[in-house]
């Protein structure tokens, strides 16, 4: 009997150098057996195992080999996922996926739009606000690019971003213009999925885009010029879910929206002011100075003026213009607690104005539902019966206005 468990042990296990065996007495022979001195079939220089009459279990040291073994097999794809993931990072970074502010503030302007050209009691365009939103964040991503690559040797000077890809070395300058390439593409892309007029209109906009980084070594307003381009979605929501752009309604639309990134902007630039002094970059931190919260409480009223002439031409209810001022009130309190020499609260206040844009377009959703329907036919009557009274008369005929 003990020659036959033998005989199986080593069956079972080819490496007997770390085995030992204990038996379990079952009856009086194997009593017997049990309490004379212990047969050791193997010197045992490692973890015994347990043989009862029925059963013989793993030892323990198998099971760590096992894990070791699927350990193993997983460890090239674990190695390849880095791989892949380092040689991304770089070109995610360029494109500024890791701080996805600009991409919002890119994207209100747009959802501002599209959300007061909507049809009295109705919901905005949600096909129109995903389209806008990939849109938004492709070309802020190609906006990113552009900026570094015309900035690179100024990135270098600047403690904030002489880590960014561009500048460090990470991306090289061929590199990153075909990424840019793939960038422009994918935009036009999305473009195309818009009509014509949008299309046109569209493209109108990428003069802004290219030379906007310029503008800091040419005037301390570079952030008109990037409130110009950053807003041009004020225009395109309107026309893409309508067809033309109402004027009255989108300009002081796109008014305020610029008053609003110069506001915001210049909160951001007052971070590198030390830096930009030394280089020879120009800003609106550096124009306004120690008047900073003056020049910003005055671009607060026009944008907040704005709004309400917008909102007046789109016949919006009161929760349109309680969000109007829920956002004057928070744009004045960013300006009183803002403190233009810590760096840090600079940025605190810069990332904030997220949640303006979210109030302002919560706030245009809400009247919108709200608008009667009525009113709205009436308005546009109207405009048409004022448009055809100023229209001159052709042999004796007016033209009569259209129901």
Same mark, same amino acid.
């Given at each position: 009997m003990l020659s036959l468990r033998g005989l199986l042990i080593h069956s079972r296990f080819p490496k007997p150098s770390c085995l030992g065996v204990k038996f379990q007495a079952t009856n009086t022979e194997d009593r017997r057996i049990h309490n004379r001195k212990p047969v050791n079939l193997i010197t045992p220089t490692c973890n015994y195992l347990r043989l009862g009459p029925r059963c013989l279990h793993k030892s323990s040291l198998l099971l760590q080999q096992d894990i070791k073994d699927k350990v193993s097999n997983v460890t090239p794809t674990t190695k390849l996922t880095e791989k892949v993931a380092t040689a991304i990072s770089p070109y995610v970074r360029l494109m500024r996926m890791d701080r996805p502010i600009g991409t919002y503030l890119l994207f209100w302007p747009c959802a501002w739009s599209i959300a007061l050209s909507a049809n009295a009691? !109705?919901?905005? +365009?949600l096909y129109m606000l995903a389209l806008f939103a990939s849109g938004a964040l492709i070309m802020r991503g190609a906006g990113c690019t552009i900026n570094d690559l015309w900035d690179r040797d100024i990135d270098k000077k600047v403690e904030r971003t002489r880590n960014r890809p561009l500048a460090s070395g990470e991306v090289t300058p061929f590199d990153a213009i075909v990424f840019l390439s793939a =960038? $422009? &593409?994918l935009g036009l892309l999305v473009l195309l999925q818009l009509n014509l007029e949008c299309i046109m209109l569209g493209a109108c906009s990428l003069g802004l885009v290219v030379t906007y980084p310029l503008m800091k070594r040419i005037t301390y307003w570079p952030q008109l010029v990037l409130g110009m381009a950053f807003n041009w979605g004020a225009l395109l929501g309107w026309c893409a879910t309508q067809g033309s752009v109402d004027w009255s309604a989108c300009l002081p639309l796109y008014l305020s929206g610029? !008053?609003?990134?110069? *506001?915001? +902007?210049? *909160?951001y630039a007052h971070q590198d002011k030390k830096d930009d002094v030394q280089i020879g970059v120009k800003s609106t /931190? $550096?124009? #306004?100075?120690? @008047?900073?919260?003056?020049w910003l409480s005055g671009f607060t009223a026009a944008m907040l003026s704005g709004l309400t002439a /917008?909102?007046?031409? !789109? +016949?919006q209810t009161l929760p349109y213009y309680a969000s109007v001022g829920i956002v004057g009130g928070h $744009? *004045? =309190?960013q300006i009183y607690s803002l403190n233009i020499d @810590? /760096?840090?609260? !600079? /940025?605190?206040? #810069? #990332? &904030? @104005? &997220?949640q303006v844009g979210l109030i302002l377009f919560l706030g245009i959703v809400l009247g919108t539902l709200l608008k009667s329907e009525d009113t709205t036919k009436e308005t546009k009557t109207n405009k048409t019966a004022i448009s055809s009274s100023n229209s001159p008369t052709i042999n004796g005929f007016v033209p009569l206005p259209s129901t």
């Open positions: 009691g !109705c919901w905005p +365009d =960038q $422009l &593409s610029i !008053c609003w990134t110069i *506001i915001y +902007d210049t *909160i /931190a $550096l124009r #306004f100075g120690d @008047n900073t919260k003056i /917008a909102g007046m031409a !789109c +016949d $744009l *004045i =309190q @810590n /760096a840090t609260d !600079c /940025a605190k206040k #810069f #990332f &904030s @104005n &997220s």
